[in-house]
């Protein structure tokens, strides 16, 4: 069973920047896509940014160009470089981890994926 754990979540103002790090229980290959999903208060889950096999990657519209999702295989670890942070984007952020490949089409989708951190918290204030 693969734990994952996030942190770097925290309180910033409109135009500032956070990095999360999700750390695997184990090593996780390339053949693993990851992701980072977020839910607001009252909203559904949604995907933010995926990686997959051969380091594909796939964002959501609203992040794209401002959040950048990578990954050090090494050091079991997920990373979501977050920068120009907007109100918008306050919520519970999530890592989440699964074997199987997936389409480009499906990376942002959360039934997708098995294994799923406990999330941390982003708050960005205007």
């Known amino acids: 069973q693969v734990q994952l754990v996030e942190s770097g979540g925290g309180s910033v103002h409109t135009g500032e920047s956070l990095k999360l790090s999700c750390v695997a229980s184990e090593y996780l290959d390339r053949t693993y896509c990851m992701g980072w999903f977020r839910q607001a208060p009252g909203k559904e889950r949604e995907g933010v940014a995926s990686i997959g096999n051969d380091a594909i990657t796939r964002y959501a519209d609203s992040v794209k160009g401002r959040f950048t999702i990578s990954r050090d295989n090494a050091k079991n670890t997920l990373y979501l470089q977050m920068n120009g942070l907007r109100p918008e984007d306050t919520a519970m952020y999530y890592c989440?981890?699964?074997?199987?490949?997936?389409?480009?089409?499906?990376?942002?989708?959360?039934?997708?994926?098995?294994?799923w951190g406990q999330g941390t918290q982003v708050t960005v204030s205007s």
């Open positions: 989440a981890a699964d074997v199987r490949y997936k389409a480009l089409a499906r990376m942002l989708l959360d039934d997708e994926y098995n294994y």
